[in-house]
């Protein structure tokens, strides 16, 4: 099956966009790749989750945006990659809007999440570089509408227990030289009623085709914390289409809305109450930016689709993380 868990990975390293941290330097890619492997200064302990009015108020004064593209497309010639005009449009644009993760959520996933087998290992060596948290991050309750999907959330706490434990971390790989990424996502959800649930899942690795990158990857973790495939179409961002609608599944006699409203819920006798995670980002040499998102229902058995809607409960964070050197991981341990 297509490694869309893949996040098309290369969003959850999402693109710096101009956005660094304060008092950060960000490296400058080096005239080979080799040397764009090797500047790399990064501890993980730069790297934190963001909150997204601080990164946008320090989107201009870190990085020039002219100099910010001129490496990125320096980055995409060493690598024989094309140019994504539409992802630097948003490198070009953060800087005045100040909306860079909801234009992150509607970028189109440029990556190849078809070219490798499932099996395929990621190559990790000295050009690899590494996005990554540096610890948990906590995910905020969405009350209303989101920021970054546009769409409105319930209010009620009735899936995820308010004062429990609702938290994600990422590690995304990037070889330039073999035009590689993969990444590794972990979360602990606290249900209602319920211990905290621990998980994780590799998404296999993907090809870049294209600078900078953007990708989703989607899964669902189950009450265990084991994961298995989301069954919605595509790499969605979110379960909601509006407020009346889920998004489309992807097998309609396979999987159906019936059973897709069955599953993420926790309201009923024989209800899957499990969890819909969503992690997209765009990439540059230097940075990632995305957004990591939990969601799930709260409605009684054959309740209607709009019922469902407007039970959907989201958690969200947005994370800005700096270029690293390998560091001798593999997220496909």
């Given at each position: 099956m297509k490694i869309k868990k893949l996040l098309n990975l290369i969003i959850l390293t999402l693109f710096i966009t101009s956005n660094a941290f304060a008092g950060v330097t960000v490296?400058?890619?080096?005239?080979?790749?080799?040397?764009?492997a090797n500047s790399m200064s990064f501890t993980s302990s730069t790297n934190n989750n963001v909150n997204p009015s601080v990164t946008s108020s320090q989107t201009s004064t870190v990085v020039n945006t002219t100099t910010l593209i001129e490496n990125v497309t320096k980055a995409a010639d060493e690598a024989g990659l094309d140019i994504d005009q539409a992802a630097i449009n948003i490198l070009q644009n953060d800087s005045e809007s100040g909306d860079l993760f909801s234009k992150i959520n509607d970028a189109k996933d440029n990556i190849g999440d078809d070219i490798y087998s499932d099996d395929k290992k990621p190559t990790l060596n000295s050009q690899t570089i590494v996005y990554k948290d540096a610890d948990w991050m906590d995910l905020g309750k969405v009350n209303g509408v989101s920021s970054t999907t546009g769409q409105s959330y319930s209010t009620n706490n009735n899936f995820f227990d308010v004062n429990g434990t609702q938290q994600a971390k990422s590690a995304t790989y990037v070889n330039l030289a073999t035009n590689e990424i993969s990444a590794k996502i972990w979360t602990r959800v606290t249900r209602v009623g319920a211990s905290t649930a621990e998980g994780s899942f590799f998404t296999g690795v993907a090809a870049l085709e294209k600078f900078p990158a953007v990708g989703s990857t989607v899964r669902r973790f189950n009450s265990d914390g084991s994961n298995t495939w989301d069954d919605w179409e595509g790499s969605q961002r979110t379960m909601v289409k509006n407020a009346e609608e889920l998004v489309n599944t992807w097998d309609g006699e396979a999987s159906t809305l019936e059973n897709q409203m069955d599953a993420y819920n926790n309201n009923f006798d024989g209800s899957g109450s499990a969890v819909f995670v969503s992690a997209n980002a765009l990439v540059t040499?230097?940075?990632?930016?995305?957004?990591?998102a939990m969601e799930a229902g709260h409605c009684a058995d054959n309740c209607t689709e709009e019922a469902f809607v407007q039970s959907v409960e989201r958690w969200e964070a947005n994370t800005t993380l700096v270029a690293e050197e390998w560091d001798g991981t593999s997220p496909a341990d």
């Open positions: 490296a400058v890619p080096s005239t080979t790749l080799t040397q764009v040499e230097s940075a990632l930016s995305g957004t990591i």
